[in-house]
């Protein structure tokens, strides 16, 4: 399994962005899908998940109402939407996928930069 992100770059406060993240390798119908991040200094933290097949979403509270994940499961692509960024969304989004059943995440992919200045 491979998972190629993208979109990441600079932009202003309260400005958007939308993260893409590319799964080839296998199919993933059982599967999820999430996004996490990075900020420098701190631990990765948990952005936002979606499953596979049914597109049932859940979300970091920090992100609520501003963030959407979906997903396009002919590409096999999943996206991050991200709206009303602020300096501290500024963080290394990495997106990775899992088993439905398991808390854990199995591949991971190489992390796109998302700095957000005020």
């Known amino acids: 399994v491979q998972l190629q992100a993208c979109g990441g770059g600079l932009v202003l406060t309260g400005g958007s962005l939308r993260l893409s993240c590319a799964a080839s390798?296998?199919?993933?119908?059982?599967?999820?899908m999430g996004w996490f991040r990075q900020a420098p200094g701190k631990e990765r933290e948990f952005v936002a998940r979606?499953?596979?097949?049914?597109?049932?979403?859940y979300y970091a509270d920090s992100v609520k109402g501003r963030f959407t994940i979906s997903r396009d499961n002919a590409k096999k692509t999943v996206y991050l939407q991200m709206n009303s960024l602020k300096p501290e969304d500024t963080a290394v989004y990495y997106c990775a996928v899992g088993p439905l059943s398991t808390r854990e995440y199995e591949y991971w992919g190489q992390g796109t930069l998302v700095t957000v200045s005020s």
């Open positions: 979606i499953s596979w097949s049914g597109g049932v979403t």
């Open positions: 390798g296998r199919t993933f119908t059982t599967s999820k």
